[in-house]
């Protein structure tokens, strides 16, 4: 079955840190770009941050950048995010996202929700 | 950045009838090399993720019933639910992916009236 699971999620204090993991099976992973992307509660999309197949670049959102860490290891086919210095805003369901071709998203897994207490 | 603005922020509809959603962005997405606006349409029903339903601006997604529909170009997006259904009931998102960051609009909420 071609599917996208996010773990990793939690209640962590502001600026502290906290990694998610997203499982990807039923494609090959190593051929595709993805992205993470965040939903505050009752709130829009926005996306996060995304590595590309070709040669690993790596992409962020200002609102992000310097704090948070995308990687992807092909051999376990999982996405990571790495979140350092956390902060209240940054609390949201974040749903780890598959692209269809031109960056745009053809597969998302169910979210992993993030709170930061402050 | 690209900003996306939609309207309008939420209709109520009646079963069978049309729902039409507006998207703008505020630089054009339409790629002059390819003539290929970069565009994408999601459904998000309460409870789970999006669901990409269009991109390119009009190409469905496999699956996806032909009661949705997309059109426009450059700067001014439109997506209409044809004969709407109940299970149509969701917040619909546009995208672009013309530059990055990519950009959501802030969203439309479709009811049933």
């Known amino acids: 079955e071609v599917q996208l699971v996010e773990s990793g999620g939690g209640l962590v204090q502001a600026g502290g840190s906290l990694r998610l993991s997203c499982a990807a099976s039923?494609?090959?992973?190593?051929?595709?770009?993805m992205s993470w992307v965040r939903q505050a509660p009752g709130k829009g999309l926005e996306w996060v941050s995304a590595?590309?197949?070709?040669?690993?670049?790596?992409y962020y959102a200002d609102s992000v950048k310097g704090r948070f860490t995308i990687s992807r290891d092909t051999s376990k086919k999982t996405l990571y995010l790495q979140m350092n210095s956390l902060r209240a805003e940054d609390s949201a369901v974040y749903y780890c996202a598959k692209d269809g071709g031109n960056w745009y998203f053809d597969l998302w897994g169910r979210g992993t929700l993030v709170t930061v207490s402050s | 950045d690209i900003v996306m603005t939609q309207s309008p922020d939420s209709l109520a509809v009646s079963l069978g009838e049309r729902a039409t959603i507006n998207c703008k962005s505020s630089q054009s997405v339409l790629y002059s090399s390819n003539n290929k606006n970069y565009l994408a349409w999601y459904q998000q029903k309460p409870g789970q993720p999006p669901q990409l339903l269009l991109y390119?601006?009009?190409t469905r997604e496999s699956g996806v019933p032909d009661r949705f529909s997309g059109s426009g170009s450059g700067t001014d997006f439109t997506l209409t639910i044809s004969n709407l259904q109940a299970d149509d009931v969701a917040v619909y998102y546009c995208q672009q992916y013309y530059s990055t960051p990519i950009t959501f609009g802030p969203g439309t909420k479709v009811e049933i009236k």
């Open positions: 039923g494609f090959t992973f190593s051929s595709y770009a």
């Open positions: 590595v590309i197949n070709s040669d690993d670049s790596t």
């Open positions: 390119w601006a009009s």
